[in-house]
């Protein structure tokens, strides 16, 4: 049975959002708004979570996660980042782009691309998010909510509630949210930005 919790998009209820980080660190999958598409969450280490999560959306071993993380505290944690990329992202954070970086030793391996060991970060503008990792003190593993069958990711929340009930542990519904993606952009080769994916974030700040 899948728990609804309806949390409002610009003053998230407290309660609620440690009810929804409970459900989190108990292993459980979730699918919460972001400040672009509906998205997919669990913690970093849970197997059982990530395995489901990859089994919904029919992810192959190529695909690149991306942790959600509340600022850029935890960035030298995870990633290993150059002065002039630092400076890049942080003009760009919080809001709707994901920065692939090379990962460090911190990253589970399951996480990121076997060969180029890479991981995708991603700082948030968006209440609900922003609470849920000040409560969970650390980044949530998180993946949109795209589901393989379909060609844009699910956006109204009725339809996030009735085609994920059973598959993932919580739904919050937060209103509706967007169509378009993040915009991906790859700092791995040390050659300046590289477009990935065009989405809701704007180029021309990029370059």
Known sequence: MTEVLYIHPESPQPRLIRQA????????LIAYPTDTTYAL??????????????????????HQFTLLCEDLSALATYAKVE?????????????PYTFILNGTTEVPRRLMD?????????VPNHPICQALLAEHGQPIMTSTCHLPDDEFP????????????????????????GVQETTVISLVDGDGPQVIREGAGPLDSIY
């Open 154 to 177: 699910l956006t109204d929340p009725q339809d996030v509630r009735d085609f994920l009930q059973g598959q993932v542990d919580l739904v919050i519904d937060g209103g509706f949210g």
């Open 114 to 122: 076997a060969k180029k060991r890479t991981i995708g970060i991603r």
């Open 83 to 95: 002065n002039p990329d630092y400076r890049l992202i942080k003009a760009h954070t919080p809001g």
């Open 41 to 62: 969450g669990c913690c970093i280490g849970e197997k059982n979570a990530l395995d489901r999560l990859i089994r919904l959306r029919r992810l192959d071993k190529k």
């Open 21 to 28: 980080v409970e459900v989190i660190r108990k292993g459980g």
